[in-house]
């Protein structure tokens, strides 16, 4: 069967509706991405310039010695690993360019103690590292004197283990009283997508919980919010915006490694319905076999991180494997989708690549800075851009799935009306009284029958003809409901036999029922002019028929009530002899 006529404009404008939704959405993002973009950027005028402390450095570990070191090119891999200590010192003498002078230090995965001639001035980590707890990578401020004279300055990393830095050409002095906006200025593109992901998460969250409770499917909407969120707050932490709300660093290194691990098998959990479309049993297969390992081993490194067994940063190098899995199988998957005829899965191959190219542009410059010491600034933020970029075209995808589904609910709406209704009354018909009263026999559910067979129908139609006739049918109709609507099932059985199922309450009294129909009928008799409603009537309950406690046929209550009604049609016919 196709969608009536009257089907179609719902449809195409629930379609329409779900576009312009996912559409609006993608315009607020963008506007607020913007806005956010210039909020952080209106005081970079004001921009405060650093003194790079890079040159000039003492290095000395527990096998070595390094003098006259260049920051910038000098690499520590091979010497500051898991429990080892390394000092890093040179001398210091305030310019007077700053108000006030803070020195800033980026850790990574290490403790940091700063000594100013042989005062140890500032500390970090060494509880948590005593605790064999995670003690995290962040960014680092402390007051330096300001007297114009020449001091020693010294820093101790003690890494908490492998500390996966290369360099530390991060080091420089400036002023406490604009750290932060200049750290707002310089990162503002990464500032403002990360919160339009925690604004698109929230919302999609919030929305697809209020919408589950009446549409299952809405559950994509929640798992696309999770993810989300999952990189918003990652791209806080690893650009440490964090630390600007006063979070502690070890928390922020926590959650930027959580919402690494938990974000893949949200995104996977978003495409759950896709494998069916592809139809294709390996893909199926690959599907949850990809997703249930990943969730296993994403709870299992939590166990690990919450024991101390392991850190969340240690399996860094796995999680990284575990994304790109995730990405190639979903190309793998939307392609077979393309080849099943489904063309949506052309823009989410699209969204999929892009995301997969800004992730390796922004990885390339990290391993160009780690490695090779060339900085590559601009690939800050890709990650979080292709994510936006990413999270657009899905939901636009979900709204063409969704928009689909809508009408899909429709058309089975009609269809199960044609084929439980009855097209002249709007009453049920008579399959659907069947089927009704086979599952009360079957469940052992008590109800009671009542038929009525509606007197003068033949003689309407053949002095007035059919229309009259079909009108006497849908007043008739209009009796019963006003009557037992409220109680049962009405329905007509087909001609002139109409039924009421009612299911059996204690207060039930048919007696009262068929008196309450008489006295509805009579009135209706009164109100109108040219038909005269009358019926013959019988009813019969379930526990007439029973046994052994239960209703052995559903048939033998009809027919009891159907002989019952022909026993007062014929006392009816007599009395009016």
């Not at 932490?237 to 709300?245: C, E, F, P, R, T």
């Not at 690959?286 to 240690?314: K, R």
């Not at 780690?370 to 890709?382: D, R």
């Not at 006295?519 to 109108?528: D, G, R, V, Y």
Request: a neutral charge; aromatic letters at 12%; one cysteine or more.
């Amino acid at each position: 069967f196709s969608s009536s006529p009257a089907t179609a404009p719902s449809a195409f404008l629930a379609a329409a509706s779900a576009r312009a939704a996912a559409s609006l959405a993608g315009v607020i993002v963008l506007l607020v991405a913007m806005l956010l973009y210039h909020i952080t950027g209106l005081r970079k005028n004001e921009y405060t310039k650093k003194e790079p402390l890079l040159l000039n450095w003492t290095v000395v570990s527990e096998n070595q010695t390094d003098t006259d070191v260049d920051l910038n090119t000098f690499r520590f891999d091979n010497i500051l690993t898991d429990k080892k200590t390394i000092y890093l010192s040179r001398t210091f003498v305030d310019k007077g360019q700053f108000q006030s002078p803070v020195l800033v230090v980026q850790t990574h995965n290490a403790t940091l103690r700063v000594f100013v001639d042989g005062e140890c001035i500032y500390s970090s980590g060494l509880e948590r590292y005593d605790c064999g707890k995670m003690v995290g990578s962040g960014m680092h401020s402390i007051a330096m004197p300001k007297d114009g004279e020449q001091h020693e300055l010294m820093l101790e990393f003690k890494a908490n283990g492998d500390s996966y830095v290369t360099r530390m050409n991060d080091i420089y002095i400036t002023d406490y009283a604009t750290i932060y906006t200049d750290f707002l200025v310089t990162n503002r593109v990464t500032y403002a997508l990360s919160v339009c992901l925690l604004f698109i998460g929230f919302v999609l969250l919030l929305l697809g919980m209020v919408m589950m409770l009446t549409r299952t499917w809405f559950t994509r909407l929640i798992s696309l919010g999770i993810f989300s969120l999952m990189v918003g707050l990652w791209t806080m932490g690893k650009y440490n915006i964090l630390q600007i709300y006063r979070v502690p660093i070890w928390l922020c290194t926590f959650i930027e490694y959580a919402s690494m691990y938990i974000g893949p098998p949200s995104l996977l959990l978003f495409f759950r319905d896709y494998p069916k479309k592809a139809d294709s049993k390996w893909i199926t297969w690959m599907y949850y076999i990809i997703f249930w390992v990943d969730s296993g081993v994403t709870a299992l490194l939590f166990v690990l991180h919450f024991s101390g067994v392991w850190h969340l940063p240690h399996m860094l190098r796995l999680e990284q494997a575990f994304v790109a899995i995730v990405c190639v199988y979903l190309i793998i998957l939307m392609i077979a989708c393309v080849r099943k005829g489904n063309r949506q899965s052309r823009l989410v191959i699209c969204g999929v690549i892009l995301f997969l190219l800004c992730i390796g542009a922004e990885w390339s410059g990290y391993m160009a800075g780690k490695y090779w010491g060339h900085e590559m600034s601009w690939t800050t933020g890709f990650s979080s851009l292709g994510t936006v970029i990413l999270i657009s075209i899905l939901l636009l995808s979900l709204s063409w799935d969704i928009a689909g589904k809508m009408v899909d609910e429709k058309e089975q709406a009609v269809l199960y009306k044609m084929a439980y209704t009855d097209n002249l009354t709007g009453l049920y018909n008579r399959r659907f009284c069947e089927e009704r009263l086979k599952s009360y026999c079957y469940n052992n559910i008590p109800f009671t029958i009542f038929n009525f067979d509606m007197n003068g129908l033949k003689a309407t139609n053949d002095t007035h003809g059919h229309s009259s006739g079909d009108k006497l049918i849908k007043g008739f109709a209009d009796i019963l409901t006003k009557t037992f609507g409220d109680k049962g099932i009405v329905g007509r059985m087909g001609g002139d036999e109409f039924i009421v199922i009612v299911e059996n309450i204690e207060e039930l009294n048919c007696q009262e029922e068929i008196r309450h129909f008489q006295k509805i009928m009579s009135e209706a008799n009164k109100a109108q002019s040219g038909y005269v409603y009358s019926t013959a009537y019988g009813y019969a309950d379930s526990s007439e028929i029973v046994s052994d406690g239960e209703i052995r046929d559903v048939n033998m209550v009809y027919r009891l009530a159907d002989n019952r009604m022909y026993e007062n049609k014929k006392t009816c016919h007599d009395a009016r002899k």
